[in-house]
T-cell receptor, first 117, second 109 residues
Framework: GAVVSQHPSRVICKSGTSVKIECRSL??????MFWYRQFPKKSLMLMAT?????????EQGVEKDKFLINHASLTLSTLTVTSAHPEDSSFYIC?????????????FGPGTRLTVT | GQNIDQPTEMTATEGAIVQINCTYQ??????LFWYQQHAGEAPTFLSY??LDGLEEKGRFSSFLSRSKGYSYLLLKELQMKDSASYLC??????????WGAGTKLIIKP
């Protein structure tokens, strides 16, 4: 149980285009999902916390107009990187918290490697 | 500020035991997690400690001392597949996960 899927796993796009990444909790409901970014050999950096039915909470320094987050249902959150630039190339990982569980373990998706050319 | 410290890199021999330490200073504490992350993959859950003491799960054990702001992950009977980064993360008073930079563990035959 507690499986999180992410799509696509890899994407290459041209500068100036937008890319949408989906994060789904497959066998549990997730009122809260998290979006992380990770550069090579660096730790996870939390970008935003996505709450079902409400606006996402962005971390300091993360542009909300550039990284659009939508959490329209209890099993799906999407991250759209708008007007992508080469510096947006990174490994994007989502995680979800199971609403039914007592402690706040986060289940991670497999990640999406974005390359902007 | 909030801070989590763990060694950057460690090397150990196949079949041996290794202990990865983590010290933390956070605003509040609601538990400590250890995750394993292989290169190019997302983290996978290893353990969760919220009370002091040792939690054992097969070859892996995790220890917590809240008064010392200290935890360690103990890996026994090391296998080559254990080569990975090990991330320590603390859940603070706002239930936000604060991440350490990770310890890269290299296993040699």
């Amino acid at each position: 149980g507690a499986v999180v899927s992410q799509h696509p796993s890899r994407v290459i796009c041209k500068s100036g285009t937008s890319v949408k990444i989906e994060c789904r909790s497959l066998d549990f409901q997730a009122t809260t999902m998290f979006w992380y970014r990770q550069f090579p050999k660096k730790s996870l950096m939390l970008m935003a916390t996505s709450n079902e039915g409400s606006k996402a909470t962005y971390e300091q320094g993360v542009e909300k107009d550039k990284f659009l987050i939508n959490h329209a249902s209890l099993t799906l959150s999407t991250l759209t990187v708008t007007s992508a630039h080469p510096e947006d190339s990174s490994f994007y990982i989502c995680s979800a918290r199971d609403s039914r569980r007592d402690h706040s373990e986060q289940y991670f998706g497999p990640g999406t490697r974005l390359t902007v050319t | 500020g909030q801070n989590i410290d763990q060694p950057t890199e460690m090397t150990a021999t196949e079949g041996a035991i290794v202990q990865i330490n983590c010290t933390y200073q956070t605003s509040g504490f609601n538990g400590l997690f250890w995750y394993q992350q292989h290169a190019g993959e997302a983290p996978t859950f290893l353990s969760y400690n919220v009370l002091d003491g040792l939690e054992e799960k097969g070859r892996f054990s995790s220890f917590l001392s809240r008064s010392k702001g200290y935890s360690y992950l103990l890996l026994k009977e090391l296998q080559m597949k254990d080569s990975a980064s090990y991330l320590c993360a603390v859940l603070d008073s706002n239930y936000q996960l604060i991440w350490g930079a990770g310890t890269k563990l290299i296993i040699k035959p």
